[in-house]
């Protein structure tokens, strides 16, 4: 099997536009984790996409701004709201990388409510802000529904520098293309299509997490191997297709 090369941008496109959005404010925190650790958490037909050996555990923190079907108008009120999601990194039979998410924390109820009815997708209903005081970013995330209520997670960053060039770590762990979720029997590939990422280094200042162990994964033994920051970018996401 040959697997898609990391690309920066990427190369395979899609004729139609199913969902639209911007990401804005992004925190990527991630720890290195042995693949067989991992395995029995993707969905059938996939398996951990690994560099140098190991897969990653992703905490990420962002804004979700004007999610809307299709190329029209972002949905007023809902489809703006704030997410915290725990990922992991996989590829399927054809070679394509994409993430799967163990949990995606929201602060609206309805698109939580739309995603795990139509796409299977963990999310979570929660309490979230985000605090700004100069250069330093707080993140706050508490789950009201469904469990385990009072799941939460407070990371605090500084940004850095802008990246003029990224390592190949820091692309496998942002340039993603798609996502494998399992829904209605069957595992789905969806894929996306967003700009090159802005990148800046970040330092961690603070992070006090449960949300990973509630995603079913062990918590963090030590601090995480790459901490990232970006303003944000526009995405837009073709429609679900089984994996064949």
Request: charged content about 20%; glycine content about 10%.
């Amino acid at each position: 099997m040959d697997i898609e090369p990391v690309e920066c941008a990427p190369v395979r496109g899609f004729r139609r536009v199913w969902l639209r959005q911007r990401w804005q404010d992004l925190t990527f925190l991630h720890w290195a984790v042995e693949p067989e650790r991992v395995a029995p958490l993707l969905p059938a037909g996939t398996r951990p996409d690994t560099i140098d050996g190991l897969s990653y555990v992703g905490l990420i923190g962002f804004k979700m701004v004007g999610l809307g079907l299709g190329r029209g108008p972002g949905v007023p009120y809902f489809g703006t709201f704030w997410e915290t999601n725990v990922r992991l990194y996989s590829v399927d039979g054809s070679g394509r990388r994409a993430v799967v998410f163990r949990s995606l924390d929201a602060s609206r109820l309805v698109p939580v409510l739309v995603a795990q009815l139509s796409l299977r997708l963990p999310y979570r209903w929660s309490a979230m802000r985000l605090d700004r005081a100069g250069d330093r970013l707080t993140y706050r995330c508490r789950r009201r529904w469904p469990g385990p209520a009072g799941a939460s997670s407070r990371m605090e960053v500084r940004v850095g520098a802008p990246i003029a060039d990224p390592t190949p770590l820091e692309h496998f762990l942002t340039a993603r293309w798609g996502l494998h979720t399992r829904a209605h029997g069957r595992t789905l590939h969806l894929p996306n299509w967003h700009p090159q990422w802005p990148l800046h280094r970040a330092e961690l200042l603070h992070l006090d997490d449960e949300l990973v162990a509630a995603a079913g994964l062990a918590p963090p033994a030590g601090p995480p191997v790459s901490v990232l920051y970006s303003p944000g970018i526009p995405v837009v996401f073709g429609g679900p297709a089984p994996l064949h």
